[in-house]
Structures are given as structure tokens and as C-alpha cells.
């Protein structure tokens, strides 16, 4: 597989069904977007992303990245955080107050929000109120993402990774750890063979969990 990393600039198409995306990358030192597709669940305008996949080409609409993994990244730049925070993906932050958080504490932002929420209140216009609203947001996109990385990272694809999430929720990664041979039965087109890998990838006792 080849890999490719970039800021997502738009989605373009999304099927809330099976999660697949249709979306366009900035990738660093292009002038022209790349399309990727895909089993993007959890990705937002904005975003840095890293994936793996390969290059196909669509008669209609040319060549496309076809992505088999992404990793979700921290944006490194002052502008990329500034695009990150304004795409909405949290809420009561808009692309005005993302300018204004960004403006105050630069780098340091995506920290700030993280660990010392608190200091948020010196940015003008962002109460207590809004501090509260803005880390209860926070703390769930992050919850979908460790999730998705989680996932990801022992072994299962994008698009299995999605249907575990809108499955299980927040559960997602217990209950893998738990019985990863509970998919075969929960998530259509997961079989023994996937599972299996799963679990030899978490270091799960397979013998136990099957007799069981």
C-alpha cells in the first residue's frame, strides 16, 4: 500500500449507511486536490490526515486515492489549527471564535483545550458556560477517534471499523477486547477468519474464547 497525508478540505459525498466518503485532500506541496474514497467515519474538513491505500482510476472522475487506513493527525501549523477548530466539529466554535482562541495561544491551543480548559475565559466572549459545552465536545470527538485508531491499529480495516463504532458506540473498544469473535455474529461481512487476526493481534487466549 502506498501512503499519502494531507488537510482535508471538503467532503464531497457521504453515505451515512456504510460511512463511505468521498472527500477532497490538500496534500503538502500540491497546488491541486486529491480525491480520496472511502470508509472515512469520524473525518471532518480540516482535519490532518495520514492514509494508506492505493491509486485507482474512475472512468468519470479520474484518478482517486482508495484509502484502506487513515489515522487522524494533529494539525502542525497556527493556520491548520485555526481550520481545524472552525469546521465545526466542535461545537460553539465557529470559524470567528476559532480566530480569536487561535490568535491568543497559537501552537499551544489544541493543548490548552486538552488539559487546562479553564484558560479559555481569556479569549473575549467565552464564558464558563461555553467552556463546559466546549469540553464535553471535545471529550466525545476524542472518544471517536481514539476509538477509530484503536480499531485501526489491530488490524481492522476502515470500513469494518465503521460498522464496530455505529454498532457498539462507545463500547466499541471493550467490547472487542472483551470477545472479538462477538463481530461474526454483531457485523455483517466479519467472519472467523478477521476476527481471528483481531484477536491474535490483541494477544487474546483465542482457545478460551472459542470454547466459550
Not at 494531507?6 to 490538500?26: C, D, H, M, P, S
Not at 480495516?157 to 458506540?169: L, T
Amino acid at each position: 500500500m502506498q501512503t499519502i497525508s494531507g488537510i482535508i478540505e471538503r467532503t464531497i459525498y457521504q453515505n451515512e449507511e456504510n460511512e463511505f466518503v468521498v472527500a477532497k485532500l490538500q496534500e503538502k506541496g500540491k497546488k491541486e486536490l486529491t480525491t480520496i474514497v472511502g470508509n472515512l467515519a469520524g473525518i471532518n474538513p480540516s482535519e490532518s490526515l495520514r492514509l494508506s491505500g492505493r491509486w485507482i482510476h474512475n472512468k468519470r472522475f479520474g484518478e482517486q486515492f482508495q484509502v484502506e487506513r487513515f489515522k487522524i493527525t494533529v494539525p502542525a501549523t497556527v493556520y491548520g489549527i485555526q481550520k481545524y477548530l472552525g469546521s465545526g466539529l466542535i461545537k460553539d466554535i465557529g470559524p470567528i471564535m476559532a480566530e480569536r482562541i487561535v490568535k491568543r495561544f497559537g501552537l499551544d491551543t489544541l493543548d490548552i483545550i486538552e488539559k487546562t480548559p479553564k484558560r479559555l475565559s481569556e479569549v473575549d466572549g467565552i464564558g464558563l458556560k461555553r467552556i463546559a459545552m466546549i469540553t464535553k465536545a471535545w471529550e466525545e470527538q476524542k472518544e471517536i477517534k481514539e476509538i477509530m485508531i484503536f480499531l485501526q491499529g489491530h488490524g481492522v480495516s476502515a470500513a469494518y471499523s465503521a460498522k464496530i463504532y455505529k454498532q457498539y458506540g462507545n463500547r466499541s473498544i471493550e467490547v472487542v477486547k472483551e470477545n472479538p469473535y462477538r463481530l461474526t455474529h454483531d457485523i455483517h461481512g466479519i467472519g472467523f477468519i478477521t476476527a481471528d487476526g483481531i484477536a491474535q493481534n490483541l494477544g487474546i487466549n483465542t482457545n478460551s474464547l472459542i470454547r466459550s
